[in-house]
């Protein structure tokens, strides 16, 4: 016997499931490096159009990788984190280090290293970003790092995180992120180690 499907269920009409209200699946987390070395190259040809010299080129990246840095902390927190937030200074790079790193990249970041003789700076390094991998520079901006990309969505990250900091991308062991946090941020840390 044929149900009619024309016929009304005589149940609750059935709700309909926004995307907003489905739970956040991890899915592959993996993109095409193809895809996204042309979005990239897009995203660099883009500000060099609108800017005038190398150090210009720097901060726009920045400002893109800060944009991108806020939004991948909001999606981590939601999928990894449980909504747990960071108070110690360390634990907070660890994580850049980390999970951030893997997520973005599909890989940790090479090393997490502390200056010496100043406590308000750390390295980030990573010997062959993929942002610097299929870029060619030209001639006339020879100094160019894409990396400043990566160092704006640090810089995003720590800012949001309320560890404010002064992120840039620097030519040593590859590449190294110079991380120098504000006073703000360290008398907090000391505050916390005292207790």
Known sequence: M???????????PKQQVGILDRALSKGKGEVNLSA????????VQYCQNRVHSVNEL???????GQEVGVRMLDLL?????????????????????????KALFGKEADN???AT?????????????????????????SGLNCAAFNAGIVEGIL?????????????HKGTTLMIKFDEAVLQRERAIDAK
């Open 77 to 101: 927190a939601v999928r990894e984190r449980g909504s747990r937030r960071e108070t110690r200074l360390i634990n907070i790079l660890l994580f850049i280090k980390g999970q951030v790193w």
């Open 117 to 141: 003789g100043d406590d308000s700076t750390y390295y980030i390094i990573e010997k062959e970003p993929v942002v610097n991998k299929f870029i060619s520079v030209p001639k006339d901006r």
């Open 112 to 114: 997490l290293e502390h």
């Open 36 to 43: 996204f070395a042309l979005l990239f190259s897009e995203i």
């Open 58 to 64: 720097h901060g726009k990246l920045s400002e893109f």
């Open 159 to 171: 800012s949001a995180t309320n560890f404010p900091a002064k992120v840039s991308a620097h030519w």
């Open 2 to 12: 044929r149900k009619n499907k024309n016929k009304m269920s005589s149940g609750k």
